[in-house]
């Protein structure tokens, strides 16, 4: 079942068309990703800062159906999956909450574990891939 994370759209994530400026659009994504494995009990700031494991996006791509305006809200969906044991994707809906609910973004990110120090892939830590094979 996928995590599902609600949002009011702020004047911040606009454009001056008055709606959601295509790049935060990704940025709503990064945040439920966050909210989704803070949820599942992984330290995020021992996940995204000072170790040698980073995981970086080697992928992302977005389909937008529908805009978004100041003081929508919406549901964003993350579905992770597992790609290899170094990698994995995430996808993700965004639907503006109705009645009736309709989906208004669909986006996939995939991302490499991968040593700092190294510049090599690496297995995905253990509640990181906890957390993918929940998904």
Known sequence: MPFEYLRTIRLADTDAAGVVFFARTLILCHEAYEESLARAGLDLKGFFGGADL????????????????????????VRPSAL????FAIDFEITKVGPPDK?????????VATSLAKRTRQPLPAGLAAWVNAG
């Open 54 to 77: 980073i995981v970086p996006i080697a992928k992302s791509e977005a389909e937008y159906l529908r805009p978004l305006s100041v003081g929508d809200r919406v549901r964003v969906s």
């Open 84 to 87: 290899t044991t170094a990698s």
């Open 103 to 111: 989906p208004a973004a669909r986006v996939r990110t995939e991302h």
